[in-house]
């Protein structure tokens, strides 16, 4: 368990300054006006070139759109479990340990979602209501990731059928490839954008499994 702490918390590093460094790209590199209303963007020849071939779709965008409700629903499903222990329990201190993480994990990923939307690094490749809107990272992405990611975990670890374990897995999987394809194809984020929010999504997901492996290290 001590090693995998490690390890995670190692994985949780490396994706933050990969994360980093992508920021330091898109603000100083290839950096051309080929956004709407002369808007700036960074990696200028790789987004332009995808933003080129992929285009604008309106069916992907709904497609997409949706699997952010089924994210937060599963955060909605945990909190719930909580609520039951406690009332079930009558105390606090008997409340699941990693029930009392999962919620500081939703804390610190919504904290990162408003920290962007202040900062607006770069905005989408088309217009929003005929307004720019902020892109960088992608929220959809790092927030669906997320959510979908620990709700395996969760499961896995909670569900004691190996069939209910592995269905439920493949089905937070299948979710999270069809909501970060689809986002994507939709044509409303650069890909930067969507690299983006998969990488400080999975430095997120690194820090949670790090303080996970040390909980259960310590009972």
Known sequence: MKKRTGLYSA?????????????????????????????????????????????????????SEWTIFAALGTAALFCALGLWQLIRRKSLKRVDADIYLLGGFYLAVVAVYLLFEVLSLNFRPVLVDGELEASFPSSHVMIVGCMLFVCAHQLYHRLRSAILRISSVAACVALLVFALVGRLLSGMHWFTDILGGALVGAALVCCYLAIYSAIKRSK
């Open 11 to 63: 994985l949780a590093a490396m994706f933050a300054l990969a994360f980093l460094v992508l920021i330091f790209l898109i603000k100083l590199c290839d950096v051309v006006a080929i956004g709407p209303l002369g808007s700036e963007i960074g990696l200028s020849s790789v987004n332009g070139a995808i933003r080129d071939a992929i285009g604008y779709s309106e069916l992907w965008y709904d497609l």
